[in-house]
């Protein structure tokens, strides 16, 4: 018991004790929000905003509440927070949802607090406790509701200012396929719609700390390497960038690869396939967004659609797909040497059946390719040729999303 007394007392223990677990705490409350808005967390970036926006709130009010339960908690807004008013903005997500969020957030922490409450409270103090935590707990969010609607406000504002509003918004109509015509859409732009399109997302890992402007940097990059006639921008989010690139002719995503390589550590990029038009535009675009979600979940930087079409596809259903590649590999996951097994028949599979090729990109010899697979072999009850394409998909899942259950952790070539 602390040296203050009343409520006071009490809902510094509870907030201290919440405050232990509150990764979990902040968890529960953004898988709330995923659950009644899941278009919002469906892209990676916007569920790691979201994320980051929730604990950032919660561990602001806890920590106020566990050193100063009977002082009022200081005003302002966390930084990730004012981040996710700027990307509601910026995607054209409505207000009424901006606050629908935090009241689901703000009863998902409270029934915390309460259990957390029966378990320290007498009963006799229990209906003072909660009265006093209620109000503790409303009057912060209807100040960091406040504070946001506040930067929703001012970014909408800036927007309406100018062409960027116009810009985004064009940019929304051609990718939900809205009927706009192209000469009016370009003409909005500035940028051609009759051409051939390659969409890229890049997007920054939030605890990378990346250069302001590293972004736009890495697309001017990519742009370069592609030979692009010309490029269209969209900033989505403060961590996130959508670009298209219209080139003569194909890009080798070798020197794209090289060029995400060469930028600061933790940025990322996903590319679609090359599509011409309108719909082209949409269809590459909608290809890099689906890549990227198989490249969110380990620590690789760059995919290429063309390289996980099939994953992408499979992945829709990731129940089934997991089932599938239990069924397919399970007798290799417990193999003493597991990542040199499955890194070695993707590779052959790859290369078509060559052993010799094989050993030269794996960096080994030959001999160390052909007993790999003979223990392959001998392991499935099959040679991996026999089930050629259910081997080689199956290997790929593992590759670009990990074994199910377990973090995605993509093996190096």
């Known amino acids: 018991m602390t040296s203050r007394s009343g409520p006071d007392a009490y809902i510094g223990q ?8 509150v990764d979990q705490l902040a968890g529960e409350v953004a898988a709330v929000i995923a659950e009644r808005v899941p278009e919002l967390a469906a892209e990676p970036v916007v569920g790691r905003e979201i994320a980051a926006s929730t604990r950032a ?9 566990a050193t100063s339960p009977g ?5 302002g807004v966390p930084l990730e927070a004012l981040d996710l008013a700027r990307t509601f903005v910026r995607r054209g997500i409505d207000l009424e949802v901006l606050a629908h969020v935090y009241r689901w957030g703000q009863n998902v922490a409270w029934r915390r607090w309460m259990v957390e409450a029966g378990r ?4 006799r103090d229990y209906p003072a406790v909660l009265e006093a935590s209620a109000a503790l707990l409303f009057t912060f969010v209807d100040d960091v509701l406040r504070g946001m609607v506040e930067q929703v406000d001012h970014e909408r504002a800036q927007l309406m200012a100018g062409v960027a509003a116009r810009r985004e918004q064009t940019i929304r109509l051609l990718i939900e396929g809205a009927p706009i015509a192209p000469e009016t859409a370009g003409q909005r732009l ?32 990519l742009a370069r390497s592609a030979r692009a006639t010309s490029q269209l921008i969209s ?12 080139t003569p002719s194909g890009i080798s995503t070798s020197e794209l690869a090289d060029a995400v390589l060469a930028a600061p550590s933790g940025l990322r990029a996903a590319i679609g396939g090359r599509h011409a038009g309108v719909e082209g535009f949409r269809r590459s675009h909608e290809e890099a967004l689906a890549a990227q979600r198989l490249l969110a979940g380990g620590d690789r930087r760059f995919v290429s659609h063309a390289d996980v079409e099939v994953i992408a596809l499979m992945a829709s259903d990731a129940e089934r797909l997991s089932e599938f590649v239990v069924e397919t590999l399970a007798p290799l996951r417990a193999a003493a040497n597991s990542a040199a097994l499955l890194d ?34 001998e392991l499935l009850g099959h040679d991996v040729t026999e089930r050629r ?13 990990g074994w199910p259950g377990s973090p995605a952790a993509a093996p190096r070539e």
């Open 14 to 21: 509870i907030a201290a004790a919440l405050l232990v677990d």
């Open 57 to 65: 709130n919660v561990v602001r009010f806890l920590s106020s509440l």
């Open 71 to 75: 002082e009022p908690i200081p005003a």
């Open 120 to 123: 320290r409270v007498p009963a």
């Open 190 to 221: 500035d940028y051609r719609l009759d051409g051939a399109h390659t969409a890229v997302v890049l997007w920054a890992d939030p605890a990378a700390q990346a250069p302001h402007g590293a972004l736009e940097s890495l697309a001017e990059a």
């Open 235 to 246: 900033a989505p989010g403060r961590h996130a960038l959508w670009a298209w690139l219209t």
């Open 344 to 377: 070695t028949l993707r590779v052959y599979l790859d290369e078509g059946g060559n052993a010799a090729s094989a050993a030269i990109r794996l960096g080994t010899h030959r001999n160390t390719v052909l007993s790999r697979l003979a223990r392959a072999r």
């Open 389 to 401: 394409l259910s081997v080689a998909v199956a290997l790929e899942a593992v590759y670009h999303l």
